[in-house]
């Protein structure tokens, strides 16, 4: 068991969990401190804005009835395993593939937990330029998308690797 921690990126679950907490805290601190729809601006292209999405990625069905709930915590569960059985498959030396699977679970996990404890997702990172807002987001989904941006560049880093690692039968 031990082997299995110190050899593979579960050894980077760690990652996950400061993420994860990180997430979280920031999410009740504005829950906590602010109203909804209430917006601080902290620079000229950024503000403080407490929405709650009830869909997934740019609130995309988010005027459902409700079953949309069930679906992305599905979603999510699953993403949640399958990033911890490629933890569990790549050797701990894979840094940046590591690193990509850790943050892209804790992403996960923030906004699963979300949608298990209240129904939707808590979003708050507002940036705009003029008055146009790219859709308001969170810490979670920030890690989704550096752990997606770092697999892509893992993914360009050592092409012969992957041709190495491909059987004959594989695509």
């Known amino acids: 068991m031990n082997k299995l921690f110190s050899e593979t990126g579960l050894k980077w679950l760690w990652l996950t ?16 401190s602010m109203d909804l729809y209430q917006s601080i601006t902290v620079l ?6 407490y929405v709650q999405n009830l869909g997934a990625a740019f609130s995309f069905l988010a005027d459902q ?16 395993i399958v990033f911890t059985v490629w933890l569990a498959k790549t050797p701990s030396n894979n840094r940046h ?10 992403g996960a996990l923030g906004n699963l937990a979300d949608r298990l ?7 708050f990172l ?15 989904d920030s890690m989704i998308f550096i752990g997606a941006a770092l697999m892509i560049v893992d993914s360009f880093k ?9 059987t004959p039968n594989s695509v």
Not at 65 to 80: D, E, I, L, P, T
Request: charged letters at 15%; proline letters at 4%; glycine letters at 4%.
């Open 44 to 49: 000229p292209f950024f503000s403080i804005t």
């Open 17 to 32: 969990l400061i993420c994860l907490i990180v997430d979280q805290v920031t999410k009740h601190l504005v829950v906590n």
């Open 65 to 80: 009835g409700g079953w949309q709930r069930w679906f992305f915590s599905a979603v999510a569960a699953v993403a949640s």
């Open 117 to 123: 404890l209240f129904g939707y997702v808590i979003d």
């Open 126 to 140: 507002d940036f705009y330029v003029s008055n146009k807002h790219w859709p308001a987001f969170n810490v979670a």
């Open 158 to 166: 050592n092409p012969e690797k992957v041709k190495e690692n491909k």
């Open 97 to 106: 593939l590591c690193i990509a699977f850790a943050l892209m679970l804790s």
